[in-house]
């Protein structure tokens, strides 16, 4: 589990993936499912080349089409997406507010 890591040991991790062509869609949405946010957060920046706090608002609370947009741009693919956006209204329905 990556939850105990510090957001600047996530982002190295996640940076040394991607480096190695590991950060796949299927990688990310285990993350999720696995309740990883925090590295799927960290991972869906370096990916996308988006700030970790534009992602983590879109993550937190975005519509469906701004998520999708997020991504898109992360490079998921779309027959994926709907499995990445079910989780993630998972997550929120049991974050607290």
């Known amino acids: 589990s990556m939850k105990r890591l510090s957001t600047k040991d996530l982002v190295a991790a996640a940076e040394t993936l991607h480096a ?3 950060l796949t869609p299927f990688l990310l949405l285990a993350a999720l499912q696995d309740r990883e946010v925090a590295f799927l957060e960290v991972s869906l920046s ?3 080349g988006r700030s970790l ?3 983590r608002s879109v993550f937190g609370r975005a519509d469906e089409a ?3 947009g997020l991504l898109d741009k992360a490079g ?3 027959s994926m997406q709907d499995e ?3 989780g993630i209204e998972d997550v ?3 974050m607290t507010c």
């Open 84 to 86: 990445f956006w079910t």
């Open 53 to 55: 706090a534009h992602v």
């Open 76 to 78: 998921v693919p779309v």
């Open 20 to 22: 190695e062509r590991r």
């Open 46 to 48: 370096v990916i996308s």
């Open 92 to 94: 929120r329905a049991t």
């Open 66 to 68: 701004t998520v999708r």
